[in-house]
């Protein structure tokens, strides 16, 4: 005997590996059903909205590099239209691998307490998902032949 309609009825502990058919409206999101989800906190949240602030120094690194570049390729520019010896002064050598330095070590090397949490989060979170893989199930709405 099928329950009355306004019963709700809840699925829990079972492993489906065919498509499951729902009578009615589905009351959780399809993931939720398909899918273990991750309870993601307000805190977890603001911690992954936060800019990672290795990310301004190595902006500011580039920036400053690419300006150099652009001065040298504009006085390089300038003497090979004016035909005139090129000449390149080793403080401008020097700064631009000073900021190719630089910016490498802000990317790869330079960290901060709060890059660090987002990196410990970042990796809690794709745990849970490697370890939780989501099943192959679909969902549908409609009559079911196989009453429960």
């Not at 009825?9 to 489906?16: E, H, L, M, P, T």
């Not at 504009?74 to 090979?80: A, D, F, H, R, V």
């Not at 990317?107 to 660090?116: G, I, S």
Request: charged residues 30%; neutral net charge.
């Amino acid at each position: 005997m099928p329950p009355p309609p306004d019963e709700e009825k809840v699925i829990s502990g079972r492993s489906f590996d065919e498509p499951l058919i729902l009578v009615g409206n589905i009351a959780e999101p399809e993931r939720y059903v398909a899918e273990k989800p991750y309870e993601l906190t307000k805190y977890e949240f603001s911690v992954l909205k936060r800019r990672v602030s290795a990310d301004l120094g190595f902006q500011v690194s580039v920036g400053a590099t690419a300006g150099i570049l652009l001065t040298v390729a504009g006085k390089i520019l300038s003497s090979l239209i004016g035909k005139k010896p090129q000449t390149m002064e080793i403080w401008e050598i020097i700064c631009i691998v000073i900021g190719i330095l630089l910016c490498i070590a802000f990317k790869k090397a330079v960290k901060t307490k709060e890059d660090k949490e987002k990196e410990e989060l970042d990796n809690v979170i794709d745990n849970h998902f490697r370890t939780n893989k989501p099943r192959r199930v679909h969902l549908t709405q409609g009559a079911s032949n196989n009453e429960n």
